[in-house]
């Protein structure tokens, strides 16, 4: 028989070890089964507290991102201000801010137009052209300067740059009873003020403030987040004091001062041009200090003061930088209004982008005095202490106010002087918000008294 031929006895053995390799290999398979039947559950579990993980962290990395974005927010302007009045210790630091200068000008390639004085459809970037009453080649100069010494001289007017970075202004001024001038002057100036620091005298018969109460009660709520609220420390304070207090305390609560920040110190009853302002906000390489005439009213924008006349109108310096009011006149509002720089403060100040020559702007905007109704004409006199009242003052509104109704009806001054000639207000000469809200303002565009008969009482 051939050798390689199974025998039944070998076949019988081959099968037993094939059986037996077959049932190795099931017991294996069903071991491995139920191992891994064992270590399933526990592996789901692992990936299911990874999955319970990531999303309790995605949700509190969204919490927080919510509340990182909801208080980075900001507040309405009433809220900021209240804010700010309530906060801990006193007033709070307003930050000042750096406005984008592509507002404030109009881009042709690479020519540059200042877009206050530019007709911007006719403009190209071969030409700025201009609307009428400005000048210049980026059309940034207002007519009014043009009677201005400095700019008729050549190295003067090649120094004139428009900045890049504009500059930051802040007005400060008292305030008692002039809300409409003021407000004129909060809504005429909104985009070019970036700071307005505010000082209220505590009337003195019974120190209320109510200025500050109505800005509480959300009086120009959206310029708010601009005010700086200073109130006076004591009940009555001459003028260049009570300005010596809105100085110091009004930039104590300014952060990020720049030596070339613009200052600009003014009344309650005046209105600064707002194309005067703009010229000074986007250009550099004017001289400074700047002194300021304003043009006259009394009582209404229908009755016109001389300049000249009693020398109320004698320009004082109101205009200057940061730098300039601290090295030349060591913040003290009383060395300004003398007006006297030193030799040394000259040439440590005079540079070629800043040049130091006094010049003076003879419409700079508007002066309106008691430019108010004839009841708050009586309650600022009566809260004037005793020796700073008109002599003919009575405590008796019954008697006084038909007395002060004379004085507006026929220009007369608180001094009894006639100091005013008729004016025919037009939208060229007045503030364009009071022209654009003449009903609103009417009193002070035509005289209310024209008509009436008053006696004279005195």
């Avoid at 700025?128 to 300067?145: E, K, N, Q, S, Y």
């Avoid at 250009?283 to 700047?290: D, E």
Wanted: charged share 20%; proline share 6%; hydrophobic share 40%.
């Amino acid at each position: 028989m051939p050798s390689n031929l199974a025998t039944p006895s070998s076949l019988a053995g081959s099968s037993g070890r094939d059986t037996d390799r077959a049932d190795t290999a099931t017991a294996h398979t069903t071991t491995t089964a139920k191992v891994i039947l064992q270590e399933e559950p526990a592996s789901n579990m692992v990936r299911l507290k990874v999955r319970c993980r990531c999303i309790v962290v995605v949700v509190v990395v969204a919490q927080i991102f919510v509340v990182l974005w909801f208080f980075s927010q900001p507040l309405d302007p009433p809220q900021q201000f209240l804010q700010r009045l309530s906060s801990e210790g006193g007033q709070s630091i307003l930050h000042l801010k750096d406005q984008p200068s592509y507002y404030y000008y109009a881009s042709f390639g690479k020519e540059l137009c200042v877009r206050e004085g530019t007709v911007v459809g006719k403009s190209s970037e071969t030409q700025c052209v201009c609307h009428t009453g400005w000048l210049g080649r980026r059309c940034g100069i207002p007519a009014v300067l043009q009677s201005s010494a400095w700019i008729h001289e050549p190295e003067m007017v090649k120094s004139l740059q428009l900045r890049r970075r504009v500059k930051r202004v802040i007005l400060l001024l008292p305030l008692s009873h002039e809300f409409d001038i003021f407000e004129a002057n909060v809504n005429g100036l909104r985009d070019l003020v970036d700071v307005f620091i505010i000082g209220e005298r505590k009337l003195n018969n019974n120190g209320s403030l109510p200025l500050l109460d109505k800005l509480k009660n959300g009086w120009l709520g959206d310029h708010q987040d601009k005010f700086i609220y200073v109130p006076a420390r004591e009940s009555y304070l001459r003028n260049s004091s009570h300005i010596q207090e809105i100085v110091h305390d009004g930039l104590r609560l300014l952060s990020d001062i720049r030596p070339d920040d613009l200052l600009i110190l003014t009344s309650g009853e005046e209105i600064i041009s707002r194309d005067v302002l703009v010229f000074l906000k986007l250009f550099q390489g004017y001289p400074l200090p700047i002194r300021c005439q304003f043009k006259q009213y009394i009582y209404g924008f229908f009755w016109r003061v001389e300049n000249n006349r009693n020398g109320t109108n004698i320009p004082q310096i109101c205009i200057l930088s940061v730098k300039f009011f601290a090295n030349a006149f060591q913040y003290q509002v009383s060395e300004l209004q003398d007006g006297n720089i030193s030799k040394e403060s000259r040439d440590f100040l005079n540079t070629k982008d800043q040049p130091v020559q006094e010049w003076t702007i003879p419409e700079v905007g508007w002066k309106c005095h008691l430019c108010i109704s004839a009841q708050s004409i009586f309650e600022k006199f009566i809260n004037f202490p005793q020796g700073l009242r008109p002599k003919w003052f009575l405590d008796s509104p019954s008697s006084m106010l038909p007395f002060i109704q004379r004085l507006v009806k026929f220009a007369q001054d608180e001094n009894l002087n006639p100091v005013g000639s008729v004016n025919l207000p037009r939208k060229d000469t007045l503030p364009s918000f009071m022209w654009q809200n003449h009903d609103r303002f009417s009193y002070l565009m035509v005289n209310p008294y024209e008509t009436m008969s008053i006696h004279n009482i005195i």
